[in-house]
Structure formats: C-alpha cells, structure tokens
C-alpha cells in the first residue's frame, strides 16, 4: 500500500500564494506519473496539473501561468505551487499517483486539502 500525505492548504487574499506539498511513502514501489486535482462545491473533479515519469507536464488552461506542479525524486515527493490566486481557485485539492504493477497500474489519492482564496 501506498500513502499520500498532503500540506500546504490554508486561506489567503487574491493575489497571494500558496505551496501544496504531497509527500509518499510504503514499501517499494515506483511513480508513473504524479498530478494534482481540485474539487469545488457543486463542480466534478478537476486536474490542475500533471506530471509524468518523464518529465512532461499538463496544465488546466484555467492554472497555466499561475501554477507550476514540480517533484522531488528523492523524497517522493510532489509539489504544486500557486501563483496570483483567483477566488475561482477555492476547492479542495487533491494529491493523485499513478503506480505501475503486475496487472497494470494503480491510482492512490490523498486526503485533499482544502485551498479558500478571499476576494
């Protein structure tokens, strides 16, 4: 198993930043791919940013320029890193890895951490 511990939510002023942190930890295993999703009241779930094995990444148009999704090979660890912040970004974020297996592939999810932007 696979556990995904998440940092960094909390309440701030449009404009203001904010850094998200994922850090992994359980027996051996390896990273796909690595991505944040965010979810806000009445809405489906969304990706904000993606990040593969081999360095590619994805944005939500709504985020690009604003967010930056990075990680830490070393520490298992992702990071997402938000710039300008709108209102519009207040959800709650969520910490997604893909892990390779025998059969496939697995998805692991955190807890979610809960990002409000004030106007």
Known sequence: QVQLVESG????QAGG???????A??????????GW???AP????????????????NYADSVKGRFTIS????KNTVYLQMNSLKPEDTAVY???IVVPNRWGFMNYWGQ???VTVSS
């Not at 930043?17 to 850090?23: G, I």
């Not at 930890?25 to 690595?34: K, L, T, V």
């Not at 009445?42 to 990444?57: D, F, I």
């Open 17 to 23: 930043s904010l850094r998200l942190s994922c850090a």
């Open 9 to 12: 939510g909390g309440l701030v």
């Open 112 to 114: 979610g951490t809960q």
């Open 37 to 39: 999703y965010r979810q």
């Open 94 to 96: 969520y910490c997604n």
């Open 71 to 74: 990680r830490d090979n070393a």
């Open 42 to 57: 009445g809405k489906q779930r969304e990706l904000v940013a993606r990040l593969s094995s081999g360095g590619t990444t």
């Open 25 to 34: 930890s359980g027996s051996s295993f390896s990273i796909d791919a690595m």
